[in-house]
Structure formats: C-alpha cells, structure tokens
Nanobody, 120 residues
C-alpha cells in the first residue's frame, strides 16, 4: 500500500502564507500526477493544483498567481506554497497522488487532510 501524509496546515491571518507538504511512502515504483484538493464546509471537494511527473502544472482560477505547486521526486513529496491567503480559502486540504506500485499496478491515493484556516 501507499500512504500520503500531509503537514503544514494551521491558522493564519488574511494575507499570510502557509506551505503544505505531502510525503508519500510505501510500495512505490513511481508517482504520476500529484495534486492538492480542498473541501470547505458544506461544499464539494475541488481541485486546487496538480503537477504531473513531467512538472507541468495546472491551477484553479481562484488560486492562480497566489499558490505554487512543486514536487521533489527523490523524496516522493509534493508541496503547495500558498501566499496572499484569503478567508475564503479556509478548508481541509487533501493531497492526492496516482501511484504505480512495485507490482506495477496503478492506484489513486488520498491523504487524511490538513486544516487551513484563514482569519480576516
């Protein structure tokens, strides 16, 4: 199995910054796309940013120019640098990864989520 463990969430004032990390471990042969999603209370989970194995990135329109996604393949880790945070970004942020296991099977994995709260 593969586990994703997020860290870096917390409480920050509007205009502040946070950096989320998500480390993957387990029977990993390769990680394909990795991304961050968020779910605010009463809302559906939505894509925030995704990065491919070739380092191509895509962002939700609401976070473009504020968030930066990156990855360190040697550490099996994906990051989300969040700047100029707004109260409407308050949500639980989830890490997602498509992993090829050492048995060469492809699965989609989710982290447990990390709370980000932006106060006004």
């Amino acid at each position: 199995q593969v586990q994703l463990v997020e860290s870096g969430g917390g409480l920050v004032q509007a205009g502040g910054s946070l950096r989320l990390s998500c480390a993957a471990s387990g029977i990993i042969y390769r990680l394909n796309d990795m991304g961050w999603y968020r779910q605010a209370p009463g809302k559906q989970r939505e894509l925030v940013a995704v990065i491919t194995s070739g380092d191509s990135t895509n962002y939700a329109d609401s976070v473009k120019c504020r968030f930066t996604i990156s990855r360190d393949n040697a550490k099996n880790t994906v990051y989300l640098q969040m700047n100029s945070l707004k109260p409407e970004y308050t949500a639980v942020y989830y890490c997602n990864a498509e992993a090829v296991t050492t048995q060469f099977r492809v699965y989609d994995y989710w982290g447990q989520g990390t709370q980000v709260t932006v106060s006004s």
